[in-house]
């Protein structure tokens, strides 16, 4: 039996920015009895069904985007007489659905690092069951991933991941609902680990591909103590110093390196979190801004940002304390009007470094789409037969742009507006000016090549109204990935020691340095 692992996309470019670390993570949770997955990244090149053999098993990650592809793959691979399972964010929300239009034999929910064993010996033995719970596994448990099995001239950015889970809940976002709000945190060891494992095969571009960086908040800390809870004080003491530590020990590593992350704006607030990210060589990190307005922030439940001239303040900081913002913006909310577009245009080229104007979706998992979902019961849409609440399943030759109305203005013109930010902020001498910041000028050109890549990359998907801009769009994307990973790649450095950690100091380390002081922690070379 061999074992494939599908990673579904309509667009595929031959070169990715980030690595799909799901793929790998599942590759390691293989057991060797099975050989080495087979793995398919469809952001670089299709699926070519052929590989597919009678008892095989094949997974199939999906999230909302991806779905109606995954289906497809999974309807292909079990017509090719394969055992199909579904999991990931979207397989965890409608397992249902998964089996019904997907052809799944079975499906994960949750975390699969743990479970994927049990489905693939039961797939051996021909009787999976109909559904794995692989539930919110601790950090301790999170597998690390399988990069000996990663192209390394395929992708710019390798990704590891430190944290699972958000305490936000953020009305458009599902990942506090889907990985919980209580931050499962992995041992720093283990990460520091995979990254040096990853500088070996030349990589010095990492994403820290987590739901929320900073998982306490000073506001946390200080709430806990006015509560007078003494045992959460010390949880989130020790969760904090975990942190530092890791940041501590990222410092150590090849000052080349670059590390990208996710991170809420309440860290502007934390000058010493941020320049500890800033000496770990943490470069960069999307920040969910969403609204510049105080009646947006509120229709998000994200009233803990700021707005207008202080919220460039706040943006700014960021980038006094060394870290560089991606701002992601959505335009669509009630409150939004025809002067919101131009507002977030102008705050975006005075206070992010990069930017990304999303039009408003209700996600499945979110309390935007629970709300939707019930007004839609009154009255529903359909679009070619399939309720409008239902719209990844819609082609998306046919499929709307947005799918809640809104009191002013008409989908097209909100299209239209969203798509003039885009063009507005990424202009070349925009970009160019924002380049500065880098130190050298192949730097500077990366950063060129980066941008144009990441508008590119977007004009694919919703934003486009037409299938001949579409394709252009990815043809010149497929073209600016080519040459933009030849300025991200890094001379290997096969001989990089990886750390050793003295046993008997990490514990102590921890609440050493909960408690203000470094302690006996040290690398032992």
């Not at 591909?209 to 908040?217: E, G, L, M, Q, R």
């Not at 890791?246 to 860290?267: D, G, H, R, W, Y």
């Not at 930017?355 to 998992?365: D, I, L, R, S, Y």
Request: proline share 6%; net charge neutral; aromatic share 10%.
């Amino acid at each position: 039996m061999n074992v494939h692992l599908l990673n579904p996309s309509d667009n595929s470019f031959g070169t990715a920015v980030i690595t799909p670390r799901w793929l790998f993570v599942l590759a390691a949770a293989t057991p060797e009895i099975y050989g080495t997955p087979i793995l398919v990244d469809e952001s670089l090149e299709q699926l070519d069904p052929a590989t597919i053999q009678p008892g095989d098993a094949v997974g199939i990650g999906i999230h909302t985007g991806n779905a109606l592809r995954g289906y497809e793959l999974g309807r292909i691979a079990r017509e090719r007489g394969a055992w199909v399972i579904f999991g990931g964010i979207h397989a965890t929300l409608f397992p249902d659905e998964v089996f019904e239009r997907g052809a799944a034999h079975a499906v994960v929910t949750g975390d699969g690092d743990l479970i994927w064993a049990n489905v693939l010996a039961d797939c051996a033995r021909n009787a999976p069951q109909h559904l794995y719970a692989g539930g919110k596994v601790d950090g301790d448990n999170f597998i690390s991933a399988r990069w000996d099995l990663l192209s390394a001239d395929k992708y710019m950015w390798a990704s590891v991941q430190t944290v699972r889970g958000c305490p936000k809940h953020c009305s458009f976002c599902s990942v506090w609902r889907t990985d919980g709000q209580k931050p499962r945190q992995r041992s720093y060891k283990r990460v520091i680990e995979e990254i040096v494992d990853l500088r070996r095969k030349g990589f010095r571009f990492i994403a820290l591909a987590d739901d929320n960086f900073y998982p306490v908040t000073l506001t946390d800390l200080r709430l806990a103590r006015e509560q007078n809870n003494q045992a959460k004080v010390e949880q989130l003491e020790q969760l904090r110093a975990e942190r530092f530590l890791l940041m501590e020990e990222l410092a150590k590593l090849p000052s080349n390196m670059v590390f990208f992350t996710q991170i809420t704006m309440e860290a502007a607030e934390d000058t010493e979190y941020l320049d500890a990210m800033r000496r770990a060589n943490i470069k960069g990190a999307l920040v969910g801004v969403e609204a510049v307005t105080p009646e947006g922030l509120k229709s998000v439940f994200k009233d803990f940002n700021y707005s207008g001239d202080r919220l460039v303040q706040q943006l700014n900081i960021f980038r006094e304390h060394g870290v560089h913002v991606l701002g992601s913006f959505i335009f669509g909310l009630p409150s939004d009007k025809p002067s919101t577009f131009d507002a977030t245009a102008d705050l975006a080229l005075k206070a992010v470094t990069f930017a990304q104007f999303v039009m408003m979706t209700p996600f499945p998992g979110t309390i935007d789409f629970n709300r939707w979902e019930k007004e839609q019961e009154k009255d529903p849409v359909l679009v070619d037969g399939i309720p409008i609440t239902r719209y990844w399943l819609i082609p998306s030759s046919i499929r709307p742009k947005m799918f809640t109305p809104h009191p002013l203005m008409s989908t097209d013109e909100i299209r239209e507006r969203t798509q003039g930010v885009w063009d507005r902020f990424y202009t070349l001498r925009a970009i160019w000016k924002r380049s500065a910041c880098t130190p050298t000028l192949r730097a500077r050109l990366g950063f060129i090549f980066l941008s144009k890549l990441y508008r590119q990359m977007y004009a694919g998907t919703g934003i486009s109204t037409d299938s001949a801009r579409r394709r252009k769009a990815n043809t010149s994307a497929r073209w600016i990935a080519r040459y933009s990973r030849k300025l991200f790649q890094a001379e290997p450095m096969p001989d990089l020691q990886m750390p050793v950690w003295e046993p008997t100091s990490i514990s102590r380390s921890i609440r050493s340095f909960a408690e203000g002081d470094s302690g006996p922690f040290r690398v032992v070379s």
